[in-house]
């Protein structure tokens, strides 16, 4: 029954890849003429018809389709305007760098959001309650780009205790991690709260209680597993989100990720390279909420697969 | 015996951290001790395409490819010529140029340098099968041809007096049987040259490494080791400049001129600056194809004030460019403020209650603050009556519709001048022969053609005094200003200063 619904889940995603890959394919053409952004100002005319010719842009738009549709297929990206070299290899080679910043962030912003969110459900309208609030509401209120500089200007210029950009050694990975995690600990804050809230009023928990199972095993057998059901949709989901906010806090902190990368291929009409990106991103969160959809398999009996 | 062989190795490692934290710290001098290695990071806000020497023609990534590939003249901080791979040369007739060639000279795998090498280059770059970004800026060249192993020419398509400033920035000499054997992607990803430092890595967006070449055939530099890092993100580029994760910074903005100037350990270095910025005019359509309504618009802007209020007196009012670029008369000054006359153009002109004049910027890239200058500008014609509707958009929209002719009204641009010399400039804007721009003015195109082929630098001059007294007169572009090129440089480092055009030549540099 579950490869069943695997199957279906994988022709949906096949469908789901090609609408993105019409949609960004479309919308690059839109934007505009590559060509006069590739050459230097000092060029002529017949030298930018010369490089349109050879970049195949002078074809019609359904040619250029069709054969970007069959490259696709054969898994064949293309090749970067303005780099030479196969616009998969780039994304490929920055990718890992960003993985490593998202997963720090979730790590980061579940840290914080679980222990204040749970925090502040058990010890509703205390001290408590009252600093997580404020926690979730810092961390949805200051914008990546401002944290990033501040956190520089203090732990780095002033302090001198972390490294100000780049990547290498675990430090460099501290100041991006709670900037791009900020937010996501916020809404994670206030989502545990509630959802904790919520099932702690439940009648079966009060019935396990009742019936003379100790708090601390109600609390893990029942209420948390249950808690998670919701907190994993929305982390699913922000996730995605978290992957297109990395762009903002790779530039702060020049981190070699492929947000960055995509920033000067959009800005630079660089196609191959923007459409790779999406596509992969696509794929990546794609899977991400598969992940999510077979983990409510462990995380709620209820559910069954049709 | 094991335990003793633990307790070397805790105390060797023990002692190495030691030793590693001390001089990681910043600006901490280095131990004085013999094999320390001299290391310099410098900092461009942009990161190279390729280390192919042909692949890519902006200036911050020929100072990074510079330093492995040389030459056959270099172009010195003064903007002069300098023997480098070539020790003289003449012209055999005004379209052939011979080079003598350095005997000697081994690229950095051991092979050596002659005539076939330089043949091979040129070749490379000339054919447009190779889609190489540089061949703009040599494509008057017509072939090169080897006359011995240490003489070669170059044929130009019609006499160039420019072609030693153009090869000077591009023309960078590949040693042909290692290209061949490596082939292009592998050559591009581990790149060998004959110049001063050596390539070692390229970790991607983080960091590319060199290391001295010693058998540089004018000795082996004193640095031992320069890293080149990319910071797009200004702010960060001056926290790594004050933590001295970074030696040398380029485009230090103006707020940050007064920080670095009180920072013990850093100093500023600033020279004017070659790139120009001014605003170029639709001269087809109304109402910018009024000469009078142009001339208004120049003298209704105070470019003085501008430069004094905005950018801290950082740049110099100019016409068409710095007189650091060959054929600049700077007794030719730009319009002077004046409003009143700008007013009484206007109403000659038939507006005397002012007109809406369309006005293009992008969000970066034009000059060192864009928006700024926008905002000053259009407030200054409101003074005089001239309305700009402001158009905003990304640097490629205005550059795609540049090409197109698609721009009405004024647009704000800067040129840079890679190859210093005025016809450049003509080339992009003027010249309606080659021209991007729509601007026609035939006595004009008689004057440019006549300086583009003339070896006598006098008549040269003569000719783009004449240039620069045209276009002053007929206005086809609201004229600005050069700003000063701002570097921040930690004390450490000694022997370089900021260049007119931001090339950096590091071999002469030392740190400590």
């Known amino acids: ?306 | 015996m094991r335990i003793t062989l633990r307790a070397a190795s805790i105390a060797l490692s023990a002692s190495m951290l030691a030793v590693s934290c001390t001089s990681a710290a910043p600006g901490a001098p280095a131990i004085a001790s013999p094999t320390a290695p001299k290391i310099l990071t410098i900092s461009q806000d942009t990161e190279p395409l390729t280390l192919d020497p042909h692949g890519d023609s902006t200036k911050f990534t020929t100072n990074i490819t510079r330093q492995v590939f040389s030459t056959l003249v270099r172009l010195d901080e003064k903007l002069q010529l300098q023997p480098d791979l070539a020790t003289s040369w003449r012209n055999v007739d005004p379209t052939t140029w011979e080079f003598k060639l350095r005997d000697g000279v081994t690229f950095h795998d051991g092979s050596k340098f002659s005539s076939d090498d330089v043949k091979f280059s040129f070749d490379r770059i000339l054919d447009s099968a190779n889609k190489l970004q540089v061949r703009t800026f040599v494509a008057t060249i017509a072939r090169a041809e080897v006359v011995d192993s240490l003489t070669v020419r170059l044929v130009t398509n019609g006499p160039d007096p420019v072609l030693l400033r153009r090869i000077s920035f591009v023309g960078f000499i590949i040693p042909a049987k290692t290209f061949q054997t490596m082939g292009v992607d592998a050559f591009a990803a581990h790149p060998v040259g004959s110049g001063p430092f050596k390539f070692v890595e390229w970790v991607k967006n983080e960091r590319i490494v060199y290391e001295a070449n010693k058998g540089y055939w004018a000795g082996p530099p004193k640095i031992d080791r320069l890293i080149w890092k990319s910071i797009t993100e200004t702010s960060t580029r001056m926290a790594a400049l004050k933590t001295g994760q970074v030696d040398i910074a380029n485009h230090l903005p103006i707020q940050e001129v007064s920080g670095v100037n009180g920072d013990a350990k850093l100093r500023v270095s600033s020279t004017q600056s070659t790139v120009v910025n001014y605003f170029i005019f639709d001269t087809v359509h109304a109402p910018l194809d009024n000469v009078d309504v142009r001339r208004a618009i120049n003298y209704a802007v105070d470019s003085a004030s501008i430069l004094k209020n905005l950018f801290g007196g950082q740049g110099s009012r100019v016409l068409l460019g710095s007189s650091a670029i060959f054929g600049i008369d700077p007794t030719i000054q730009p319009y002077f403020f004046d409003p009143v006359k700008a007013k009484e153009l206007l109403t000659k002109a038939g507006y005397p209650s002012g007109l809406d004049v369309p006005l293009n910027t992008s969000t970066a890239g034009m000059t060192a603050d864009d928006k700024s200058t926008v905002q000053a500008v259009v407030a200054q014609l409101a003074n005089v009556g001239i309305r700009a509707q402001v158009s905003t958009s990304d640097f490629g929209t205005i550059i795609t519709k540049w090409r197109a002719r698609e721009l009405r009204g004024m647009t704000l641009f800067s040129y840079g001048f890679s190859t210093p010399d005025l016809d450049a400039l003509m080339g992009t804007h003027f010249d309606s022969k080659r021209a991007v721009d729509a601007y026609k003015n035939s006595a004009l195109d008689d004057l440019i053609q006549q300086a583009r082929t003339s070896f006598d630098n006098q008549q040269r001059l003569d000719l783009y005094k004449q240039v620069q007294t045209l276009i002053k007169d007929d206005a086809p572009w609201l004229f600005l200003y050069n700003l000063d090129n701002v570097f921040g440089v930690n004390k450490r480092v000694k022997g370089w200063d900021a260049t007119p055009n931001e090339w950096i030549w590091v071999y002469p540099i030392d740190v400590g």
């Open chain 1, 1 to 306: 029954m579950v490869t069943r619904y695997l199957l279906g889940r994988l022709v949906h995603t096949l469908v789901v890849l090609l609408g993105v890959a019409t949609i960004v394919f479309g919308l690059t053409r839109v934007a505009g003429d590559p060509t006069a952004f590739l050459i230097p100002a000092e060029a002529s005319r017949e030298e930018r018809a010369l490089l349109r010719q050879q970049l195949g842009l002078d074809r019609p738009f359904h040619e250029q389709y069709a054969e970007y549709l069959s490259q696709l297929i054969r898994g064949d990206l293309g090749i970067s305007f303005r780099q030479r070299v196969p616009a998969a290899s780039i994304v490929v080679q920055r990718m890992p760098a960003t993985i490593e910043l998202v997963a720090a962030s979730t790590a980061v912003a579940l840290a914080v959001g679980l222990f204040f969110g749970i925090l502040s459900a058990v010890k509703r309208g205390s001290l408590w309650d009252i600093l997580g609030n404020v926690i979730a509401l810092a961390g949805q209120s200051m914008p990546p780009f401002w944290t990033g500089i501040v956190a520089i200007l203090v732990f780095s210029v002033l302090l001198g205790w972390l490294p100000s950009s780049g990547r290498g050694s675990p430090e460099h990975l501290v100041l991006p991690a709670i900037t791009l995690g900020a937010a996501l600990a916020g809404i994670i804050v206030r989502l545990v709260r509630a959802s904790v809230l919520d099932v702690i009023g439940q009648d079966y928990v009060r019935t396990a209680y009742g019936k003379g199972l100790s708090w601390r095993l109600t609390f893990v057998r029942h209420v948390l597993k249950n808690a998670a059901i919701p907190i994993v949709t929305v982390v699913g989901l922000q996730l995605s989100g978290l992957l297109g906010g990395a762009i903002i806090t790779e530039t702060v902190f020049n981190y070699p990720g492929i947000g960055l990368t995509a920033l000067r291929a959009i800005l630079e009409r660089d196609y191959p390279v923007v459409q790779a990106y999406v596509l992969v991103t696509a794929t990546g969160v794609v899977a991400l909420n598969l992940l999510v959809d077979l983990s409510y398999l462990y995380l709620d009996p209820r559910v069954r697969f049709r």
